[in-house]
């Protein structure tokens, strides 16, 4: 295995040996800039257990947010019957109906709207409503006799600071999201509204963080699970700690556990420890939430594909690329998309015909020489690389923070489309993870479980609880 903690070893494979002086002088200080060493990751650790505390203990802009979630039991695996479960992400709003077996198995039908950018920039909160019924319309789904309302577990993938199970404030938009009026509100209020508008007959019973509801999902069916990440659009993380170890939670019971909802993505805003290049820069300059969600933008899928099409215009730029000509599909923001990375990444033709087919065909670039496909597929695996090697920095950082868990079997539930389909990023997240953490761990007793679609399941889990505790 190459040694992660020599630079060289990171900028060589990228450098072309058919290509100009210039050129892999160029591509050297872009590999150099995009490296993550083991002593750097060994940092990053260090970095997240120091605000992971900091975040446990007071509310801080610069810690970590570390939010108390309110759910408190781990599901058994027996709960059973069928309940309802929106799951609002960044892409999709999915409506589901999920139906717990009680035997450590559950099915679910759903229903999948892609958010309009209308939806994204105002009227979300109607668009979300007018979802929901048509799924209960299509699905006769009614309130059970007697109810005026059917109740139901939301998945929210966007940071709030929650006051109760059934509620909480957002404490700011992400994903490209810019509804006005929403920022310090309760989401939860907002969305009721809408379906008392819309004469939804919906009662939200339980609000949980997608990671929340992969946590659960993958507890559902495996016991030992300690940890739920979403490794997609967005990415975050939640875990089971313990009450003791949380002081600034206020409630009075501090007995048993609590899941935390780590917020990771907000990790070093103030970028004092990642390693940020001039293209993490650029990007951050011009989003909406600039000098947020940093580590997010270095590692979600989002965003990785922006900054391998900032590094790659600072080659056309310098005319090592493309003979210095780009297309208007190229030079417009977000129009590279992270699916075109694990398409580029995972091209082994000796011509690289499939890297030719994204620049050529779906990117509209004049003719590409070998070269160009070259470099292409370095720079994705340049950024790739070191998004992988910073989720399994964050990953490793968790664990490493219940060190006296790790002497037993733990699961990971984990979901989102970088973990699903970018080429080999499970495989490397073992292997990364096994030069910080105990590596018969690693080996023997670590588990990272695929929780598709665990984000909704998880709000149905939930709320079958807190329906059931009220019943
Ligand atoms: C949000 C988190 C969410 C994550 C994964 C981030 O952008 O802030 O709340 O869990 O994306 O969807």
């Not at 040694?3 to 990228?14: A, L």
């Not at 200080?29 to 940092?43: C, H, L, P, Q, S």
């Not at 009721?192 to 559902?220: C, K, W």
Request: contains cysteine; glycine residues 8%.
């Amino acid at each position: 295995m190459a040694d992660t903690n020599d630079i060289n070893s990171f900028v060589e494979p990228y450098l072309i040996p058919e290509g100009s002086d210039e050129l892999n002088k160029n591509l050297k200080f872009m590999a150099n800039g995009f490296a993550v060493t083991d002593d750097k990751i060994r940092e990053i650790i260090a970095g997240f257990h120091e605000s992971m505390k900091t975040g446990l203990d007071h509310d801080d802009k610069d810690a970590l947010p570390m939010i108390p979630t309110f759910v408190r039991g781990r599901p058994t695996g027996q709960e059973k019957g069928t309940y309802l479960a929106l799951d609002l992400g960044g892409t999709n709003l999915r409506v589901c109906q999920v139906t717990l077996n009680g035997d450590t198995t559950y099915s679910l039908v759903q229903q999948k709207f892609t958010i309009t950018q209308d939806a994204k920039e105002s009227r979300l909160w109607d668009f979300i409503a007018e979802c929901v019924g048509v799924f209960l319309e299509e699905h006769g789904m009614k309130p059970a006799p007697g109810k005026r309302t059917i109740p139901c577990g939301y998945t929210f993938s966007f940071p709030i600071f929650q006051t109760s199970i059934s509620s909480g404030n957002l404490s700011m938009w992400n994903k490209g999201f810019t509804v006005p009026n929403s920022v310090g509100r309760d989401v939860v209020n907002l969305t009721q509204s809408a379906f008392q508008r819309h004469h939804v007959p919906v009662e939200v019973v339980a609000i949980v963080n997608d990671t929340v509801g992969t946590l659960m999902t993958s507890g559902y069916s495996y016991p030992d699970t300690q940890m739920g990440i979403i490794f997609g659009t967005g990415t975050n993380a939640a875990y089971w700690e313990k009450l003791e170890s949380i002081p600034k939670w206020t409630g009075e019971d501090r007995k048993g556990e609590m899941v935390v909802n780590l917020e990771w993505g907000a990790f070093d805003n103030a970028t004092k420890v990642l390693p940020y290049t001039m293209h993490d820069n650029k990007l951050n300059r011009k989003s909406p939430n600039h000098g947020f969600q940093v580590y997010e933008k270095m590692i979600s899928g989002l965003f990785l594909g922006e900054v391998v099409r900032n590094a790659l215009l600072s080659l056309v730029d310098r005319r090592l690329l493309f003979e210095g000509r780009s297309s208007e599909i190229l030079n417009k923001s977000y129009t590279f998309d992270t699916a075109y990375m694990s398409e580029i990444v995972a091209d082994d033709s000796s011509d690289l015909h499939g890297v030719k087919a994204v620049l050529e065909g779906t990117l509209d670039l004049p003719t590409t020489t070998f070269i160009d496909r070259q470099i292409v597929q370095n720079v994705c695996n340049m950024v790739g690389t070191r998004g992988v090697r910073l989720s399994a920095a964050a990953m490793s950082a968790v664990l490493l923070a219940r060190p006296e868990l790790m002497k037993s079997n733990v699961s990971v539930g984990i979901d989102g489309s970088m973990y699903q389909f970018y080429p080999n990023f499970e495989q490397d997240l073992y292997k990364v993870s096994s030069v910080f953490l105990d590596p018969d761990f690693v080996q023997n007793r670590l588990q990272l479980r695929l929780a598709k679609d665990g984000s909704g399941v998880g709000a149905a889990i939930v709320a079958m609880t807190v329906d059931r505790d009220r019943a």
